[in-house]
């Protein structure tokens, strides 16, 4: 089974509005954490916003916060007010507390934000 | 600080030949991470270093990729023999420490190494 679902290949939005994209997630570990990843197009991969898995609160970072729905295992991304320069392909990961430093990605969203 | 580099940035090359990738971590990582990214998907984890050794190499592909940490530092990626499916963009990430405090052993990662097999 697939650790990591992202069900979007490619999203629009307009500039300003919110969107949210879509992280669902398969682990029987108690602990984990849910990583949010924007790739431009130079290849990078820029770290966004964090969840673990036993936190009481959504992440938020700036316009970014994680919405987490533990009995549901998803963990969506909600980028407020976006941006031109949020165009990118957008990757959803987790770790697993028994295998802490493997990284298991989603095939990515791609967001492409219009003026 | 400089973040994670890697070179080349693009390589081509014939089948059959022998390639090296290099990635240099940020200054004080002790963990090092290789992924490989296929067009159009996430990166695969294909091994991790906590030092000079590796921790972890249960995602290499088969015995024709081999990758080494000598002074724990710099890594570099060794595929022997190279076949068409191994091209990719090969990505490399370093982490603190690489023990278990979540948020702050946050893995950054290099722009990667565009590998074209011909």
């Known amino acids: 089974a697939q650790k990591i679902t992202q069900t979007q290949p490619g999203m629009f939005v307009q500039e300003k509005e919110a969107v949210t994209l879509d992280c669902t997630y398969d682990t029987s570990d108690p602990s984990y954490g849910l990583f949010w990843y924007k790739q431009p197009s130079s290849g990078e991969m820029i770290f966004l916003i964090y969840?673990?898995?036993?936190?009481?609160q959504n992440a938020t970072e700036g316009r970014y916060s994680l919405n987490f729905q533990k009995a549901r295992k998803s963990a969506n991304l909600v980028i407020s007010a976006s941006q031109l320069g949020d165009s990118a392909m957008y990757f959803c990961?987790?770790?697993?507390?028994?295998?802490?430093?493997?990284?298991?990605f989603g095939s990515g969203t791609k967001l492409n934000v219009k003026p | 600080g400089a973040g994670v580099s890697q070179t080349p940035s693009n390589k081509v090359t014939e089948k059959g030949k022998y390639v090296e990738l290099r990635c240099d971590p940020i200054s004080g990582h002790t963990a090092l991470y290789w992924y490989r990214q296929s067009l159009g998907q996430g990166p695969e984890f294909l091994i991790y270093?906590?030092?000079?050794?590796?921790?972890?190499d249960s995602g290499l592909p088969n015995d024709r990729f081999f990758a080494v940490r000598p002074e724990g530092s710099v890594s570099t990626l060794k595929i022997q023999r190279t076949e068409r499916g191994d091209s990719a963009v090969y990505l490399c990430?370093?982490?603190?420490?690489?023990?278990?405090?979540?948020?702050?052993?946050?893995?950054?990662f290099g722009p990667g190494t565009r590998l074209t097999v011909l």
């Open positions: 969840q673990g898995s036993y936190d009481q």
């Open positions: 270093f906590q030092g000079t050794g590796a921790a972890d």
């Open positions: 990961a987790m770790r697993e507390g028994n295998n802490f430093n493997k990284f298991y």
């Open positions: 990430a370093s982490s603190l420490t690489g023990t278990p405090r979540w948020q702050t052993d946050t893995q950054y």
